[in-house]
């Protein structure tokens, strides 16, 4: 079976890769580069450039390669770029997909697993979030993604094929310093960015319903997330009748406040405190997984906390 990764050459993605090969799979790259990069595709594993927007590119890619899966993670996830850009999201998320399940049902490709994300949720008031919760996205970015889920299920109701939706919390921390998150979109990169420029970490509001007015996240160790996702293979290889949605956390909430607190135990700046700014919009005050049904059903569950995420990051940050 070979397994065709969208967005592979990206932070997420390439972690998601190689965790395909340790696993024994065939895996072949599709990523327009935007915010990917060529050197985290491993050797072995051949990278076509172009987008999932691009048919011509989508059809040669699965008739090449012998696909039988597709892996999406291409697209677009800043919440606050999709605040001011929602039609620029609505194209590449959903439009995107949309080409995509035109291609995989047009060749017969039987399975496919869909990077979703918690942000399907908005602001539920739970203090853990199940796949029975009900969604209620307060960015377009949330919305692409529940769109897409829903965009999936519809396809497959008429052209059937195998799925999986992972909805992923907070992900950080890295497995190989050459795979770390070279952007500055999620918060520990944001927090080592500015402690490179000398200044303090940004805190966005800081006057949340939370216990320490900060914003609480789930966080997952991106090599847990790729393990998932092989889980997700795993299980649509083996029954390729398979509808699933599923969290991807570890059910455990830790505030921004916590986070730059462990950052500076990690860089040897115990007293680090971060500066406090206005609440961005998009942003939720809690969101924190229920991950047993992603157990019950693929047998998997996270194994790494946060503290081996920062260490992780900023090991190849200081690199």
């Not at 594993?45 to 927007?53: A, C, I, T």
């Not at 606050?80 to 997909?97: C, I, K, T």
């Not at 996702?229 to 830790?254: M, Q, S, W």
């Amino acid at each position: 079976m070979t397994w065709l990764v969208t967005g592979g050459a990206g932070y997420i993605g390439a972690h998601v890769v190689a965790a395909l090969r340790a696993d024994g799979a065939d895996v072949v790259v599709l990523d327009d580069l935007s915010t990917g990069f060529k050197e985290r595709v491993p050797d072995d594993v051949e990278l076509l450039e172009g987008s999932v927007l691009d048919r011509a590119a989508l059809d040669t890619a699965i008739a090449d390669h012998d696909v039988t899966g597709v892996i999406h993670l291409a697209g677009k996830k800043r919440v606050e770029e999709s605040v001011a850009r929602p039609l620029y999201y609505f194209h590449e998320n959903v439009e995107g997909l949309r080409v995509l399940l035109s291609a995989i049902t047009d060749h017969g490709v039987g399975s496919l697993v869909f990077s979703s994300s918690a942000a399907v949720y908005g602001m539920p008031d739970v203090d853990q979030v199940t796949e029975r919760t009900p969604c209620d996205p307060l960015s377009p970015y949330g919305l692409t993604k529940l769109v897409g889920e829903q965009l999936i299920a519809a396809t497959a109701a008429s052209h059937p094929f195998g799925h999986v939706s992972i909805r992923y919390f907070n992900v950080a921390g890295t497995a190989a310093p050459a795979l770390a998150d070279r952007g500055a979109a999620n918060l520990i990169p944001m927090v080592f960015e500015r402690l490179s420029a000398g200044l303090a970490p940004r805190i966005f509001g800081d006057d949340y319903p939370t216990p320490d007015g900060t914003c609480i996240r789930d966080y997952i160790h991106v090599a847990d997330l790729a393990d998932a996702h092989v889980a997700a293979a795993r299980r649509l290889t083996a029954d390729p009748a398979t509808a699933l949605v599923v969290n991807a956390g570890r059910g455990v909430g830790v505030s921004v406040r916590e986070i730059i607190a462990t950052v500076g135990e990690v860089v040897g700046d115990p007293g680090l405190r971060g500066v406090v700014e206005a609440r961005r919009p998009g942003d939720t005050p809690r969101s924190v997984a229920s991950a047993e049904l992603i157990g019950t059903e693929l047998g998997w569950s996270a194994r790494r906390d946060v503290r081996e995420m920062v260490e992780s990051a900023w090991a190849a940050w200081a690199a």
